[in-house]
Structure formats: structure tokens, C-alpha cells
């Protein structure tokens, strides 16, 4: 005989069932769900054929339900949650099997994920696609589908985000010559998952606006007052090794040839 002696309620909506089974008490931790399905509310005799599905089924239900716990925290794709159990059970078999009725039950959909997730990017994120396509592979997801769902995100989208980034990069002066700002910019954006030749074209475009941003006059005099310490110039080789030392540093070979002859003037005098 089956007899459920108690039904005691534990933290996160589970239950204790308290079983006396052939002389013997056994404990079983079940789910809110289980416990309404096989209407074991009350304390009652079990039929064989209700005992083994409490025995059977509690397992996979309180997967099911730790799953559902941690795909409304966030969304998640397969592949997450598919880690997520793996934590709580070895068995490969109850783990498919508990995707499947996530899939079944609309839980689970990895184009539904990958349509918001790329939407939302699109909408209130300064990155670019490489960057979207990398994430979403880290999640699980084949590239098959996040290509698919990428040609949403045009070329003149791209475009007007790098155009916001630099505007963002250019409110305050930049304390860099402009070679330098140049390329930090680049790298910047080509590590945000933007397309190069729209960098590009975009860094071209916004060439004044990045240049107003810097005086490098005053960069290159600091640079300049340093230098001299190390090196006399009115010696022919120790000039060049100074103009060499700043077209390094990124400045505009012109100024420095004006900075220079100008730092060689005052010296003399």
C-alpha cells in the first residue's frame, strides 16, 4: 500500500510529500505543477500506477521547472539553458527530453531570441554586426541563423552609429595628435564590430569634426621640451632622430618640421 501520509511546502513553490511505501516512510520533493496535475493535494491512499509516476516523474519535472526559473530571469537560447541543467543532472536523455517540452511549450525559440536580441542592439546600441554575430555565437546559436537575421542591419544604420561614436569621442578635446586619434578611433570602432569600409568612410567624412577636437600645437611643444633634453638640435643626426621620435607619435610632419626649426631658433637665440 501507498499511503501519502503529508504534504508540506518548501521554498520556490515545492512540495515535501511524505510517502509511506510498503512499511517504509520516503520523502519526495515535487513541483506546484505536479502536485495540481496529479491532484495530490491532500493526504490519501496512492494507487501503484500514482506512486510510480510521483517516483518517475518528479525528476523531470522539477527540471522542467528549474529551467523555467532560469528562463525568466532572461531570455535564453537552447544552448544556455542546455548548460544551465547540465549542472543539476548528467543525464543527457532527461535534459533533451526537457528541451523539447520547453520548445513545445514556446519557452524555447532560438530565432524568436536572435530577432529580439539583434532588434534591441539595433535600436539602443552603439555596436556593430561582428560584434552581434560573435555574442550571439558564444550563446549557442549557428551562424547560419544569425546571418539570416543580420541582413536587417543596412550599411547606413551602421553608418549614423559610427557617426554617433565619434560625435561622442569629439565632445571633449582630444589630447592626441590627429594620426593617432585616427587610429585609436579605428580601433575602436573595428573592436565594436563595425565593417571596415564603412570606418572608413565614416572617419573620412568626420575628418574636420575629429580635427577640431585637437590642437596639437601644444601637444607637440610638451613633446618638444622633453626631447631636448636628450637631444642638441643643431647636430644634423640628433634632429633627425627627434623628427623620426614625433612622426612616431603621430604628428603632422609639416608641424613638426615648424616646431623643430622653430625650437632651434629660440636655442640660438
Do not use: C, W
Request: hydrophobic share 35%; charged share 35%.
Amino acid at each position: 500500500m501507498n499511503k501519502l501520509i503529508e504534504i508540506k511546502k518548501t521554498k520556490k513553490n515545492r512540495y515535501l510529500l511524505i510517502i509511506n511505501h510498503e512499511n517504509k516512510e520516503e520523502k519526495h520533493l515535487v513541483s506546484e505543477n505536479m502536485i495540481i496535475t496529479y491532484n495530490l493535494l491532500t493526504p490519501r491512499t496512492l494507487s501503484d500506477e500514482e506512486y510510480k509516476i510521483i517516483t518517475k516523474v518528479k525528476t523531470e519535472d522539477l527540471l522542467y521547472e528549474k529551467a523555467l526559473n532560469f528562463i525568466d530571469y532572461k531570455m535564453r537560447t537552447i544552448s544556455e539553458v542546455k548548460k544551465r541543467l547540465k549542472k543539476e543532472t548528467e543525464d543527457e536523455e532527461l535534459i533533451n527530453k526537457t528541451i523539447q517540452r520547453l520548445k513545445k511549450d514556446q519557452y524555447l525559440n532560438d530565432n524568436l531570441y536572435v530577432e529580439t536580441y539583434i532588434n534591441e542592439k539595433i535600436d539602443y546600441s552603439l555596436v556593430g554586426p561582428a560584434y552581434l554575430k560573435e555574442k550571439l555565437i558564444l550563446k549557442g546559436i549557428h551562424y547560419d541563423l544569425i546571418d539570416q537575421v543580420l541582413l536587417k542591419f543596412k550599411d547606413e544604420v551602421q553608418y549614423q552609429k559610427i557617426a554617433e561614436i565619434i560625435k561622442n569621442e569629439t565632445k571633449y578635446k582630444i589630447k592626441k595628435p590627429y594620426r593617432k586619434a585616427y587610429l585609436s578611433l579605428k580601433r575602436k570602432l573595428v573592436n565594436k564590430g563595425f565593417s571596415l569600409n564603412i570606418i572608413e568612410a565614416a572617419l573620412i567624412s568626420n575628418q574636420a569634426r575629429i580635427k577640431g577636437a585637437i590642437d596639437e600645437e601644444p601637444l607637440i611643444k610638451k613633446e618638444l621640451t622633453v626631447l631636448k633634453k636628450r637631444y642638441n638640435l643643431h647636430n644634423y643626426e640628433e634632429k633627425s632622430k627627434v623628427i623620426k621620435a614625433l612622426l612616431n607619435k603621430g604628428f603632422d610632419y609639416e608641424l613638426i618640421k615648424k616646431s623643430v626649426k622653430e625650437g632651434d631658433a629660440y636655442d640660438s637665440f
